[in-house]
């Protein structure tokens, strides 16, 4: 690297241009092509397990542990709120479904930004594109980072709150050492999310198992026919739609696999195989889970917790009780590492497509991972920890997270009326979209009508982009100082990180011989 440094000059290797090879070092490369092309990309190195770990361990983050009351609350009885918990599961399920035919119809990384702008348009897809640059990824990645240091040093702070300031600072050197390991090597990243999605799974089973210990020792009470329904308020559709929108909050995360298509062995047969494993699982885990602390804990307890899972262990667990601290902790460990590398497929798609800069679209030329996104997304985080308005900002934009899923599945059925004869290796019925977009429309009604004022602000905070649209994206004659001065600022970085710009592989129709070419940006 160091030598490369020193003998690279500013005509010796230059980001790939249409029809333009690496460098003049790519094309004495052995195992470089008639064009001088080495073949740098994305390898496929996620299989089976890896994915189903990607969509379980994204999902599964803290709040199974730490807050679950949202839906009892809203719900308005027990028994309505596990109704509800299975139901979202089971819509879960479908848009899942809808998206794994997405997947594999547009095979692109970038999730449902790429869908968004292939089916409506780069407006349509730079919007979602900006409002999870802007807040959703850096406002979500460090809540669930200050979670983590929360808990590893509730231990140190028995009495009290830990200081702001030390939760801040291990938050960033949790963030710091899983940047490190992402860019380092896929396979550490998956090492890692294998690793921490089967902790909390461990975690969650025994959580499960004293719930069942629980129901042998006869104590059940609140999981019977008649108290189950007995309701502690009053019953309310728009409460009822507040507690199915917690629910579905609880599942976010089960289209982070579609973020990284293109690193999937065998998409179109793992892709949906990973969802049909991987949100039942998840579903059984949320069902039983609130069944088993509704073993121990009676529905005024739990409401009254801020730590559900903590209080629960300390009840049953007895000396054993730092067992749930340190589950919450290894839960968000690995919830971190899994949005990290998500996040920044996310970007290193959206700067493949021209809408963030082209830098971010490079990756490194031995260890093909895209380390400048990833740098990105860490500051990006960072700079979120230094501010107090997190958990506001999670609240503004929420809904139009939530917004985007809709529009992506509706983006299903227009493709299949406007391009018929496309080839879809998976083909759901569309009452399967239909049915998910009615129950999303029900969500969105009464989540307008119960916070219009924090549903608004969403919205404006997402058509900031329009105008950064037009001036950067849409307006290509921009002055040439400037374009000089990014491509000086972008090849020192591309020095700095060891990076270049990635051949992309893809597909044609069946029985075509698949074919590769450069990026055109």
């Given at each position: ?10 005509g ?6 249409p029809?333009?090879?690496?460098s ?8 470089a092509?008639t064009d ?10 996620i ?7 990607i969509?379980?361990?994204n ?10 009351k949202?839906v009892?609350e ?42 968004v702008?292939d089916?409506f ?8 594109l ?20 929360t ?7 028995p ?6 300031i ?5 938050a960033?050197?949790c ?11 896929v396979?550490w ?18 959580i ?15 999981l019977?026919?008649?108290h ?7 019953y309310?559709?728009?409460l009822l ?12 995360g089960?289209n982070?696999?579609?973020y ?18 991987s949100?039942p699982v998840?579903?059984f885990?949320?069902?039983f ?13 739990l409401l ?16 054993m009780?730092?067992?749930?601290p340190m ?16 996040s ?14 082209h830098?971010?679209?490079?990756i490194h ?7 400048p ?7 990006s ?20 997270n ?12 227009v ?5 018929p004869?496309?080839?879809r ?8 979209p ?14 307008l ?26 307006w ?9 001065t990014?491509r ?5 970085c ?7 710009y990635?051949v ?6 069946p ?11």
């Open positions: 690297a160091l030598v490369s440094w020193f003998t690279m000059s500013e010796s290797w230059k980001p790939c241009s029809g333009g090879g690496h003049e070092r790519a094309a004495s490369h052995p195992d092509g001088g092309n080495i073949g740098i990309a994305l390898k496929k190195q299989g089976l397990f890896s994915a189903c770990g969509i379980i361990g999902i599964i983050g803290s709040g199974v542990f730490v807050s679950p949202g009892l809203n719900a308005g009885s027990v028994g309505l709120s596990i109704i509800v918990w299975v139901c979202t599961g089971f819509f879960t399920a479908v848009g899942a479904l809808c998206y794994a035919e997405l997947g594999v119809t547009i095979p692109k990384s970038g999730g449902d930004y790429s869908y702008k089916i348009g780069g407006l349509a897809g730079f919007l979602r900006w409002i999870a640059v802007l807040v959703i990824y850096p406002t979500s990645q460090a809540v669930v980072a200050l979670t983590f240091s808990y590893v040093l509730q231990p140190l702070f009495t009290c709150l830990p200081p702001q030390a939760l801040r600072l291990l960033a050197v963030l710091l050492l899983l940047t490190w390991v992402n860019c380092h090597s396979r990243a998956m090492c890692v999310q294998d690793v921490f999605t089967a902790g909390k799974l461990l975690a969650l089973g025994l499960i198992i004293m719930g069942f210990v629980q129901i042998c020792k006869g104590h059940y009470y609140w019977e026919p008649s189950a329904l007995e309701n502690f308020r009053e309310e559709v728009g739609a507040l507690s199915f929108l917690q629910g579905s909050f609880a599942y976010g089960w982070f696999l579609n990284v298509t293109e690193e999937l062995v065998d998409p179109c047969r793992n892709l949906p195989r990973a969802i049909f494993i949100i998840v579903t885990v949320y069902v889970v609130n069944m088993a602390y509704i073993t121990a804990l009676s529905p005024q307890e009254a917790s801020n730590a559900v899972a903590v209080t629960f262990g300390a009840k049953l667990l007895g000396v009780s730092w067992i749930m589950a919450v902790a290894l839960s968000t460990f690995g919830g971190v590492n899994g949005s990290l590398f998500t920044s497929r996310l970007f290193f798609a959206g700067a493949r497509e021209g809408h963030l800069p830098l971010l679209a490079m030329t031995r260890r093909c991972t895209p380390i996104a990833l740098l990105f997304t860490l500051i985080t960072l700079l979120m920890l230094c501010t107090s308005d997190i958990y506001t900002l999670i609240n503004y934009v929420g809904f139009v939530y917004l985007f899923y809709g529009v992506t599945v509706a983006g299903l059925i493709l299949r009326v406007q391009q004869s496309m080839h290796p998976i083909k759901i019925s569309l009452v399967w239909v049915l998910y977009l009615l129950f999303w429309t029900f969500l969105m009604v009464f989540s009508y119960s916070g219009p004022l924090v549903c608004g602000v969403g919205l404006v905070i997402m058509m900031t982009g329009v105008p950064v649209y037009f001036l950067g994206v849409y290509e004659n921009k002055p040439r100082c400037f374009i000089i990014m000086k600022l972008t090849h020192l591309q020095k700095l990180c060891f990076v270049v990635p992309m592989e893809e597909n044609l129709e029985g075509q011989q698949s074919y590769r070419r450069k990026a055109d940006y």
